[in-house]
């Protein structure tokens, strides 16, 4: 490219931008964030629907944390679902944040951290959860 021609597109870009707008975009200004609240194991797994449904689960599916205020055990209890079968609970010594989450509406996101095909059911599934800011 010749000079002449470079300083003529550079000129030209100024008047073609004023013509030709970038769309706005609030993404473009502030870049989402996901935060690790909590990656843990998943507690109760042999009491409920886990083992019947162990070959369905798979690393990174989705999960739903549902709050439980009226356990008898635990005021801050959160259930884990896999659809619409029960996972087990969120431990109940790390389940006071996310639980205080829940309440006040935030959106949280849980996934299948790990799978381990071990005896122990408390090293069967691990999950995570996340928070979009």
Do not use: C
Not at 18 to 43: E, G, M, N, Q
Request: cysteine-free.
């Amino acid at each position: 490219m010749k000079r002449r021609d470079f300083l003529k597109a550079l000129i030209a870009l100024p008047i073609a931008s004023f013509f030709y707008p970038l769309p706005f975009s609030d993404k473009s200004i502030h870049k989402s964030r996901t935060y690790i609240l909590l990656d843990s194991v998943v507690a109760g797994f042999r009491y409920y629907e886990g083992e019947h449904i162990w070959s369905r689960l798979s690393h990174g599916d989705p999960l739903q944390l549902v709050r439980e205020p009226d356990n008898a055990y635990d005021a801050q209890a959160v259930e884990i679902y896999y659809g619409t079968e029960k996972l087990g609970y969120v431990p109940q010594a790390e389940n006071h944040l996310v639980s205080q989450m829940l309440d006040r509406g935030e959106d949280l996101k849980a996934r299948v951290s790990w799978l381990n095909e071990s005896e122990d059911p408390w090293e069967r599934v691990g999950f995570r959860v996340e928070i979009e800011v």
